[in-house]
């Protein structure tokens, strides 16, 4: 089977500045990354942002298995379509992250007919917006260190220093060390540890930000340490807001790439969705919203984790309601779901088809609880059996009211996506109801998270730790109780046991931990064994991944 960085290398690219042309976006607004990225200067986000917004289209998905759903891929090829039928889309996207591309993915480019391009570079490096942001992070994290050493003015408490460092690969052996080893003249031994740079607050902050002032002021507002007395110590505190900002100022700039078929995207900012929210940058959305009549974009994971995130925390602080929402599955992934093992799921079973529609029907039910339009989307693969399609589009009709579209848009890029570009579109040409949140700002952080817990995951209830529970106490009693959640948790099940595939329910939600992110402007609820800094697989991908003998790079995928 052709690769998809062959399909990639295969088709030929068109200068960035056509793509910008086709867009709308004039040559003086591009800040060139070689002849096919560009970053967009900030005099023309600004005024893009100004502008009246198109419609928004967010597509989610199932729980993920290792059977794949092509989020990613449904999302290109819809914004392909879209244009193939003569609406003016662009496509907004997350940057990819090195931790998956060397682990377990390999890259987050979309998949054959469907992706953007260049995928080498867009998986590795980009245009350095992460190295900026694990340099600012890293940065602020040696000011403590360094404030502590030079009298500690402050009085800051070194065993209560909150602000831990990052890095953009999985290593497990970073999660919890020990600093300032070797005597007096390497400053104070105390616990640290390293988070991956996508869930760093400065990660959230700068996707959350609508400009550079915004920005500066959820710098300014992170906490980072506390004194002796409990005090919060913040990043404004330690004089650090200045140098962040100057290291993130190129990194608030929006990406423009393109599709295979030409189609414009912006690329910009990468939160998880498992450990964070999940979304590309509010600069992105909006700008590119100020630009094109539809904007397809989408949220990471399944629409239980990326979508209710994109919703509760992205919409409720940038004023973003989405106008249609596409929940992606693949028959594999609901036979992996209905209990068939990997191995076989080649093999025509409606059974296990039936048996794991009930995840799909959960997330559907959930985002049509945000007042949200819903289109079923299929990805299609070569093993579906037309017994299995016919068995999954009569669930559709008589369990949720509605048409399955298969999409093809992997093998035959937008032509394979018209009609699903032709549903989205009528739906987005429909008056758009405001969005709806699931819980209001005035509701207890505990019972926020309960909420969640139960309308969303189908859980009994939540269990936190003590240690949780009175920190979520002294987050209101210090103002905070009106921050949204961002819950941390498993992408693989809407349980903690990532083993419970389907839609388990009468669980309960443990809580383990709980972090303020006073800038980005969320709690986060540290759920079951998710790590904020994720360990490598048996066998990662960076063990396939080389450069060949003309220099290119391979096992990209």
């Given at each position: 089977?052709?690769?998809d960085?062959?399909i990639?290398?295969?088709?030929?690219?068109?200068?960035?500045?056509?793509?910008?042309?086709?867009?709308?976006?004039?040559?003086?607004?591009l800040?060139?990354?070689?002849?096919?990225?560009?970053?967009?200067?900030?005099?023309?986000?600004?005024?893009?942002?100004?502008?009246?917004?198109?419609?928004?289209?967010?597509?989610?998905?199932?729980?993920?298995?290792?059977?794949?759903?092509?989020?990613?891929?449904?999302?290109?090829?819809?914004?392909?379509?879209?244009?193939?039928?003569?609406?003016?889309?662009?496509?907004?996207?997350?940057?990819?992250?090195?931790?998956?591309?060397?682990?377990?993915?390999?890259?987050?480019?979309?998949?054959?007919?469907?992706?953007?391009?260049?995928?080498?570079?867009?998986?590795?490096?980009?245009?350095?917006?992460f190295?900026?942001?694990?340099?600012?992070?890293?940065?602020?994290?040696?000011?403590?260190?360094?404030?502590?050493?030079?009298?500690?003015?402050?009085?800051?408490?070194?065993?209560?220093?909150?602000?831990?460092?990052?890095?953009?690969?999985?290593?497990?052996?970073?999660?919890?060390?020990?600093?300032?080893?070797?005597?007096?003249?390497?400053?104070?031994?105390?616990?640290?540890?390293?988070?991956?740079?996508v869930?760093?607050?400065?990660?959230?902050?700068?996707?959350?930000?609508?400009?550079?002032?915004?920005?500066?002021?959820?710098?300014?507002?992170?906490?980072?340490?506390?004194?002796?007395e409990?005090?919060?110590?913040?990043?404004?505190?330690?004089?650090?807001?200045?140098?962040?900002?100057?290291l993130?100022?190129?990194?608030?700039?929006?990406?423009?790439?393109?599709?295979?078929?030409?189609?414009?995207?912006?690329?910009?900012?990468?939160?998880?969705?498992?450990?964070?929210?999940?979304?590309?940058?509010?600069?992105?959305?909006?700008?590119?919203?100020?630009?094109?009549?539809?904007?397809?974009?989408?949220?990471?994971?399944g629409?239980?984790?990326?979508?209710?995130?994109?919703?509760?925390?992205?919409?409720?602080?940038?004023?973003?309601?989405?106008?249609?929402?596409?929940?992606v599955?693949?028959?594999?992934?609901?036979?992996?779901?209905?209990?068939?093992?990997?191995?076989?799921?080649?093999?025509?079973?409606?059974?296990?088809?039936?048996?794991?529609?009930?995840?799909?029907?959960?997330?559907?039910?959930?985002?049509?609880?945000?007042?949200?339009?819903?289109?079923v989307?299929?990805?299609?693969?070569?093993?579906?059996?037309?017994?299995?399609?016919?068995?999954?589009?009569?669930?559709c009709?008589?369990?949720?009211?509605?048409?399955?579209?298969?999409?093809?848009?992997?093998?035959?890029?937008a032509?394979?996506?018209?009609?699903?570009?032709?549903?989205?579109?009528?739906?987005?040409?429909?008056?758009?109801?405001?969005?709806?949140?699931?819980?209001?700002?005035?509701?207890?952080?505990?019972?926020?998270?309960?909420?969640?817990?139960?309308?969303?995951?189908g859980?009994?209830?939540?269990?936190?730790?003590?240690?949780?529970?009175?920190?979520?106490?002294?987050?209101?009693?210090?103002?905070?109780?009106?921050?949204?959640?961002?819950?941390?948790?498993?992408?693989?099940?809407?349980?903690?046991?990532?083993?419970?595939?389907?839609?388990?329910?009468g669980?309960?939600?443990?809580?383990?931990?709980?972090?303020?992110?006073?800038?980005?402007?969320?709690?986060?609820?540290?759920?079951?064994?998710?790590?904020?800094?994720?360990?490598?697989?048996?066998?990662?991908?960076?063990?396939?991944?080389h450069?060949?003998?003309?220099?290119?790079?391979?096992?990209?995928?």
């Amino acid at each position: 089977m052709t690769t998809d960085i062959e399909i990639a290398r295969a088709t030929p690219l068109r200068p960035i500045v056509q793509i910008a042309a086709r867009a709308g976006i004039p040559e003086v607004a591009l800040e060139p990354f070689g002849r096919y990225i560009a970053k967009l200067h900030r005099d023309f986000v600004a005024e893009a942002c100004a502008r009246d917004p198109g419609k928004l289209v967010l597509v989610s998905a199932i729980s993920p298995t290792p059977a794949g759903e092509g989020k990613t891929t449904m999302t290109v090829g819809l914004g392909d379509a879209l244009n193939r039928i003569g609406r003016r889309a662009m496509i907004c996207l997350r940057e990819p992250s090195l931790g998956p591309c060397f682990g377990q993915k390999g890259g987050a480019t979309g998949g054959g007919r469907s992706q953007v391009v260049p995928m080498e570079r867009i998986n590795l490096h980009f245009t350095g917006d992460f190295h900026a942001i694990s340099t600012a992070h890293n940065l602020l994290a040696a000011l403590i260190d360094n404030h502590i050493y030079w009298g500690n003015r402050l009085d800051i408490d070194s065993r209560r220093v909150s602000w831990r460092r990052v890095l953009d690969i999985n290593d497990r052996a970073l999660r919890e060390v020990v600093v300032g080893l070797g005597g007096p003249p390497n400053g104070f031994s105390r616990q640290d540890g390293f988070d991956i740079t996508v869930a760093s607050e400065i990660m959230a902050a700068l996707c959350l930000s609508r400009d550079r002032a915004d920005l500066e002021g959820r710098l300014g507002r992170m906490i980072v340490a506390r004194t002796r007395e409990r005090t919060p110590v913040t990043a404004r505190d330690l004089q650090a807001v200045g140098a962040m900002s100057a290291l993130l100022l190129d990194a608030l700039q929006p990406n423009l790439v393109q599709t295979l078929e030409g189609s414009p995207a912006l690329i910009h900012g990468g939160p998880f969705a498992n450990i964070a929210h999940g979304c590309n940058s509010v600069i992105a959305t909006r700008t590119a919203l100020g630009i094109a009549d539809i904007v397809v974009t989408e949220a990471g994971f399944g629409a239980d984790l990326g979508a209710e995130k994109f919703i509760d925390i992205k919409c409720r602080q940038a004023g973003l309601s989405p106008a249609v929402c596409v929940v992606v599955a693949t028959l594999r992934a609901l036979k992996m779901h209905g209990g068939v093992a990997r191995a076989d799921l080649a093999r025509e079973n409606t059974d296990a088809i039936e048996r794991g529609f009930v995840n799909l029907e959960r997330h559907v039910e959930n985002m049509r609880r945000f007042g949200l339009p819903v289109v079923v989307a299929v990805n299609h693969f070569e093993s579906d059996t037309s017994p299995e399609w016919q068995r999954f589009s009569e669930l559709c009709q008589s369990r949720l009211g509605t048409d399955a579209i298969l999409s093809r848009s992997w093998a035959e890029g937008a032509a394979g996506a018209l009609d699903l570009a032709r549903r989205v579109a009528a739906l987005c040409d429909k008056p758009a109801e405001p969005v709806h949140f699931l819980y209001p700002d005035a509701l207890p952080l505990t019972d926020k998270i309960r909420t969640i817990a139960r309308e969303i995951y189908g859980a009994a209830d939540i269990a936190i730790d003590g240690p949780a529970q009175e920190q979520l106490r002294d987050f209101e009693a210090a103002g905070f109780g009106n921050l949204p959640i961002c819950m941390a948790k498993t992408q693989y099940s809407f349980s903690t046991d990532p083993s419970l595939l389907g839609a388990p329910s009468g669980h309960i939600v443990e809580v383990r931990e709980v972090r303020l992110a006073a800038g980005a402007g969320f709690v986060v609820a540290i759920c079951g064994n998710i790590m904020t800094m994720p360990g490598l697989p048996r066998l990662p991908a960076a063990e396939r991944i080389h450069v060949d003998g003309q220099g290119r790079i391979e096992g990209l995928s």
